[in-house]
């Protein structure tokens, strides 16, 4: 649906100066934006499997929310991963969706830059006639989540990597963030988890559930991910919210280790290798949160987990084969608020 718009923008001037901020994921939802797996290169040998767990996730979605996809506006994808080559959406006061384009490099030139996947956020500024700053900076949405009060959780070691924006230091990174998403406090966490190929996204494993709350990932010593994720877990104990107060910790479990045999023109010889399997890969969606599972005990414990800490229904949605392609639901999508009416 097509915005009105409720007072001038000016692009020229920062978004944070005119009001708008990043909203929290559980805020109300116009529509969630999907792109259907269809890369064979990407679900080598499974690319049916992980369509059929993708069609199953939008059907359950379709109960709660708007779904929409870019073959909607007939547009092609490279990939399916419109969280981080999607647009950011920004909300103000007043009720106004605006939105934020930055440059997608195939996370740090891991993976082939496609024209048609940087194209995305345009295609979508046209169809809901939005206010949209284009910026010359790398910055992919997984990488980065809102309480909605004003703190952001960022990975360091995916935004501070040399492979996404060389010339900008610690403190040059900060502005844009502080800028374009009207935020005033930054919680930066060390890395991610083992499998994939982002340099540590945050949605792997520590989310906000609620404004004053954190879901973060742990394991015991002899999982591949212990270490990062407790240097993440210290880093947790000692940040405070945006009004200088502590958070309260949630322990999300880790599913057992995941492995898959990719083709050795993918990752070399021996292609057997771990892949990201988390639960904190959900996704929000007007009241209900789609979890990713893995067909493992852990799956029950998680979802009962983030029902207690929001008061939200958890909805289980397998993710085995959609995970071969190196994330799951909350990758997979790009949530767009919803405008006040």
């Known amino acids: 649906m097509k915005v009105d718009p409720i007072g001038p923008i000016d692009l020229q001037q920062s978004a944070a100066s005119q009001g708008f901020s990043m909203p929290a994921e559980w805020a109300p939802l116009e529509s969630v934006w999907l792109v259907r797996p269809h890369n064979e290169e990407t679900w080598p040998g499974c690319l049916e499997a992980a369509q059929a767990e993708w069609d199953v996730w939008r059907a359950s979605m379709e109960a709660v929310v708007r779904v929409r996809t870019t073959d909607e506006l007939g547009i092609a994808t490279s990939d399916s991963w419109i969280r981080d080559f999607g647009p950011v959406f920004v909300k103000n006061k007043a009720g106004q969706v605006a939105a934020h384009s930055f440059v997608f490099n195939g996370w740090g030139g891991k993976n082939q830059v496609s024209a048609l996947d940087n194209s995305v956020p345009d295609a979508l500024q046209t169809d809901l006639g939005i206010p949209m700053w284009r910026h010359q900076f790398v910055l992919e949405g997984s990488s980065i989540d809102s309480n909605g009060g004003g703190t952001l959780l960022a990975s360091r070691k995916c935004l501070e990597n040399k492979n996404r924006n060389p010339e900008s230091g610690v403190g040059g990174i900060e502005q844009v963030l502080r800028d374009a998403l009207g935020i005033t406090n930054i919680i930066w966490l060390v890395g991610g988890i083992e499998g994939g190929d982002t340099d ?142």
């Open 200 to 341: 540590g996204h945050v949605d792997d494993g520590t989310r906000f559930v609620r404004r004053d709350a954190i879901a973060a990932v742990r394991t015991t010593p002899d999982h591949p991910d212990y270490a990062k994720l407790e240097a993440n877990w210290k880093v947790l104990q000692e940040a405070r919210d945006e009004q200088r107060q502590k958070f309260e910790l949630l322990e999300l479990p880790a599913p057992k280790p995941l492995h898959y045999e990719f083709p050795s023109d993918r990752f070399g010889p021996g292609g057997r290798r771990i892949l990201p399997a988390s639960h904190a890969n959900f996704i929000f969606a007007n009241g209900v949160i789609f979890v990713p599972a893995f067909g493992g005990a852990s799956d029950e414990v998680a979802c009962r987990m983030l029902e207690n800490a929001t008061g939200l229904r958890a909805q289980p949605i397998m993710a085995k084969a959609l995970v071969v392609g190196l994330g799951s639901l909350h990758c997979l999508s790009c949530q767009q608020p919803q405008a006040k009416q």
